[in-house]
């Protein structure tokens, strides 16, 4: 059951990884060209709470973020970003325990579509999230827990 | 002191870990499938196939030649349905040999490749990542037939009896066999399920999955460093490239799955 | 020296699922070799698509991203025959381009 406090924290959250992106939008232009590396080397969730540019991050029931419930390996976990919206600008993936919490930034053309994926690394069982930054600024997410086990004979 | 009265550790550990996660499995199996299912499609063994397939064709070696005339026991360069009938009987070579040894002595006979060098190189070094990728490939090439090996030659049934014996034979220091943690129905390390290798295991399971893209690796595997590694787990010294003993629990293996449809290069933990 | 990429681009209707499977280690820099010294991170940072020459999608990645990556996109507007082509950038300065065509 989401309360309201669970709600903004969640938020809070992916307002804090993508402060580490930079990606008010405004910023996103200019940036379109390089790579993005402060975005990448965030270190934590507590460190891509700084320099917020984007809009507060809002939970949608528009975006969704595809994973597995359990990974039987942490090496290739798989992770779909989608958006059931029109004008989205980036779908972004990130993982919340990770060193490096953003995983992918996707700037879609109006030609694909917003639903793309990829396979990530999981250091630890981990929540990871979809977001979705549009084109009028707003900024959308969705998160799920994957599990990480460790298999077989330890490796 | 008698080693059988001692139970190895490890596996005694392993079973109870086993035992006590049992309730919780039911919906963790599910996971774990539904995980496995999200990976079916894109598995990088893709990669390796067309490395495989290119390298077949490759002029390479003293000799400059390809392998495109190496016969993998169906005759010379016929490569699909070759992968289910192995290992098998060799007439010029006059012995029972599986695919990846078989494919050292082509590389050797046509291109002119030093075979006991290959056979020495450590797995995933130079020559031998090429042997994978071509076991890759022409795997690939019988994915969905059945596994179908000869038990005609004199020197197949040889292979398969001594093949028995080494699945059963417990050694090392951990008092290990193959049969320790395949020689039964239902057995489970963690999360992963132990196919009963005695017998038939189904479609896909066991012999029939092998070559596999690891994904806690990242690295591609051939039957002969799976069977490299469960030595190592065992604790016991690995057998060696292409030797005898791999090649007979391969044939052990192997016709036990008889009927089995193969699915490899399958994706693996 | 780079490994190709497998690239597949399926037509159903008006759209085409395109597949990449990208040779890569994707080596996050996090880890150490046996003596115990770092392994120097090694990891695609860019990645773009293009349909008939048309730029479609662009993309940046972290280590993050799991070796020999995997995508996978829809494209709207794809017909048989069309040529599809990814290009992706490391962090070496590496890169690769390869194409498909969709069927």
Redesign the interface.
Known sequence: MHTRRHMLSDSAKVAALLAAVGLAPQLAKAQAAS??SA??EAKNMADAMKALGAAVPVASKDVTVTA??????G????V?AAAALPGVKRLLIL?EK???A????????????A???????LGQSSNVFAVAILNDGKVLFAQKEV?V?????G? | MNARTVKPGIAALALLACASAGAQTKSSADGIAEYRKMLEDGNPAELFEAKGEALWKEKRGPKNASLELCDLGKGAGIVKGAFVELPRYFADTNKVQDLESRLVSCMEALQGLNAAGISSTPFGRGEQNNVTALATWVAAESRGLKFNLPQNHVEEKRSYEIGKRVFFFRGGTHDFSCASCHGEDAKRIRLQDLPNLTKNPGDGIGFAAWPAYRVSNGQMWGMQLRLNDCYRQQRFPYPGFGSEATIAVSTYMGVNAKGAESIAPSIKR | MTDPMRIRAQVAGDKATVRVLMAHEMETGQRKDAAGKVIPAWFIQEVSATHNGKPVLSAQWGPSISKNPFMQFSLKGAKVGDKIAITWVDNKGEKRTDEATAS
Do not use: H, Q, W
């Open positions: 790579y993005n975005a990448f597995p419930d359990i990974a039987e390996n090496a290739v976990v798989p779909g993982v990770n060193p490096a953003l995983a992918a930034m996707f700037e879609p053309s109006d030609a694909v579509e639903n793309i994926s990829t396979r990530v690394k599990k086990t460790l298999g077989g004979c490796g």
